[in-house]
């Protein structure tokens, strides 16, 4: 797991904020405009939550967002798919709403 990320992620939750791709890209020394970088931040984010999700604790990734719509990328929701948060019948937005919610309370100081 990526360590920096990771702490990253957790300082962001504690905040009750959200970070985007961008922004947390350079503490892999990733590029979001390189498909490769973008393909292993998504990566990194998968293997968080899911070590996260194994933890009993919600999708941490919840937290990284797109700079435009605010939301998170398709990686995530196809994640919380595979590991039964997410339902099939659940909409995008409603579900992240609730997780992003359930992060932030989660890691409340």
């Known amino acids: 797991m990526h360590e920096q990320i ?3 992620l957790q300082v962001v939750a504690r905040a ?3 970070i985007t791709y961008s922004e947390i890209a350079p503490l892999a020394g990733l590029d979001m405009e390189r498909q490769e970088d ?3 931040i ?5 293997e968080i939550s899911r070590h996260e ?3 009993g604790r919600p999708l941490l990734s919840a937290v990284v967002v797109h700079k435009g719509d605010g939301t998170p990328g398709d ?3 196809k994640m ?8 099939a019948s659940d909409d995008r ?3 992240f709403a609730r997780e992003l919610g359930r992060v932030h309370d989660a890691w409340r100081q």
Do not use: C, N, P
Not at 42 to 46: N, R, S, V, Y
Not at 80 to 87: H, P
């Open 6 to 8: 990771y702490a990253r």
């Open 16 to 18: 009750q904020r959200t």
């Open 38 to 40: 973008r393909d292993r």
């Open 42 to 46: 998504a990566a990194i984010l998968d």
């Open 53 to 55: 999700h194994a933890e």
């Open 75 to 77: 990686g995530f929701f």
């Open 80 to 87: 919380a798919r595979s590991v039964e948060v997410m339902q």
């Open 93 to 95: 937005v409603t579900f």
